[in-house]
């Protein structure tokens, strides 16, 4: 199984600052036979469930704000958000999906607060 | 606009079952995946299994070999998820998901979540 660990744990970042979360895969997540890492991104705010934010490592979902930017491949992977703003506090997680099963494994979160 | 509609909050005893069900609606159902990820509290998210209607059967992640099932009817747009032999820390929000198109592997319309307890 491919294990993905994620850091900080969390962090705390003032507004308009930028914030950055790193998620480390134990198995490479690219295919080479269409270029693309299959690593997604989500966030999650208390009692709601998690939102798509970034697919294909760097790919932002529809509606989703540009301040919020994916980068990385391989085993490693970064979540950008510039210009922090209030409603981005939450507790954000990656997520792989690179087996022939069909099997999804995510990342164990970090969580994001306002300074 | 789609969206996944969950069943009601559950209390169960230890080695009961459970069966949580997922209803879609305004799209398109049978030709996209589903997969259920749980959430225990305070915790993490745990993909617990997925399944495409048109073709069936479900999968699982291993760790739940012989207690999970997850099941599809397309005549009601619904998806399903039982787990048997209920144990305390199965106490978790389970939430359906909808597999994004286009083979990302990414889940891009979530469910309410459903409680259920163990105890």
């Known amino acids: 199984d491919i294990v993905l660990s994620q850091s900080p744990d969390s962090l705390a970042v003032s507004l308009g600052e930028r914030a950055a979360i790193n998620c480390k895969t134990s198995h490479t997540v690219f295919y080479n036979s269409n270029k693309k890492n299959y690593l997604n991104w989500y966030q999650q705010k208390p009692g709601q469930p998690p939102k798509l934010l970034i697919y294909?490592?760097?790919t932002r979902d529809s509606g989703v704000p540009d301040r919020f930017s994916g980068s990385g491949s391989g085993t490693d992977f970064t979540l950008t958000i510039s210009n922090l703003q209030a409603e981005d506090v939450g507790v954000y997680y990656c997520q792989q999906y690179y087996t022939t099963s069909g099997d999804r494994t995510f990342g164990p979160g970090t969580k994001v607060n306002i300074k | 606009q789609v969206q996944l509609v969950q069943s009601g909050a559950e209390v169960k005893k230890p080695g009961s079952a459970v069966k949580v069900s997922c209803k879609a609606s305004?799209?398109?159902?049978?030709?996209?995946?589903f997969s259920w990820v749980r959430q225990a509290p305070g915790g993490g998210l745990e993909w617990m299994g997925g399944?495409?209607?048109?073709?069936?059967?479900?999968n699982h992640a291993e760790k739940f070999q012989g207690r999970v099932t997850i099941t599809a009817d397309e005549s009601a747009n619904t998806v399903y998820i039982e787990v048997r032999n209920l144990r305390s820390d199965d106490t978790a929000v389970y939430h359906c998901?909808?597999?994004?198109?286009?083979?990302?592997?990414?889940?891009?319309?979530w469910g309410q979540g459903t409680m259920v307890t163990v105890s």
């Open positions: 998901a909808r597999e994004q198109m286009g083979g990302t592997g990414a889940l891009d319309i």
């Open positions: 305004g799209g398109p159902f049978s030709n996209y995946g």
């Open positions: 294909w490592a760097s």
């Open positions: 399944i495409i209607p048109k073709f069936g059967s479900g």
